[in-house]
């Protein structure tokens, strides 16, 4: 889905990504890198296939935009360096565009790891009038793309079905992006009036509030 913000071009991905068109970028959050094999070495019976989607999902963003440039939100590993991080040292090693990571709160691995392979780790980062970090920040003058809270929506249907589903969740000056990994969780919001939310269902972004 293309939404305007700031008079610039942006493109909602039902992998939970977006590209900002104008310049080329690929923005994600929250991917928790390492964080399936981090529950299987503590006995969480998850299926070992699932390493590999995080990496298939990123593959198939950039096959489809073909970005110049990538910025991770924070959280992009999970915890300490594990078998993961071997085949996102692979990863990195056929895809050439710029890269950069906002650090989360997650993101404990010695930077030096992330320069070795081409990625410039950064607190936040300022884009003409857009401000990129990990937790939701407000400053003047700046529309403002974070991660962190991996937010989620309930659908109710006609009955008393309803679904939890991850979405983007917009403010006046702020959009939230979903957690872009596999078993990260969803924290459900409670949209106001003035906020609108892009659901992700399945392959298709749906637009359930729009401001006013």
């Known amino acids: 889905m293309k939404i305007q913000i700031k008079n610039e071009n942006f493109i909602l991905h039902p992998t939970g990504a977006v590209f900002w068109e104008a310049k080329k970028m690929i923005i994600i959050s929250d991917v928790h890198l390492g964080k399936v094999t981090h529950f299987r070495k503590h006995g969480i019976a998850i299926p070992q296939s699932a390493v590999s989607e995080n990496f298939k999902k990123i593959t198939e963003v950039l096959d489809y935009f073909l970005p110049e440039k990538i910025i991770f939100l924070g959280d992009l590993f999970h915890s300490a360096k594990n078998v993961e991080w071997d085949l996102f040292e692979e990863w990195i090693s056929n895809h050439n565009q710029e890269k950069y990571l906002v650090a989360g709160n997650h993101d404990i691995i010695d930077q030096k790891h992330y320069y070795e392979i081409g990625i410039l780790v950064i607190d936040s980062l300022e884009m003409d009038h857009f401000l990129f970090t990990h937790h939701p920040t407000e400053k003047e003058g700046f529309f403002n793309f ?51 939310v892009f659901a992700i269902a399945g392959d298709e972004i749906i637009l359930i509030n729009k401001n006013n």
């Open 146 to 196: 974070s991660g962190h809270i991996h937010p989620g929506i309930i659908v109710r249907g006609m009955g008393l079905q309803s679904l939890k589903l991850k979405c983007f969740f917009q403010k006046s000056n702020q959009i939230i992006l979903p957690a872009f990994g596999e078993f990260t969780g969803k924290f459900i919001m409670k949209p106001e009036s003035d906020h609108t």
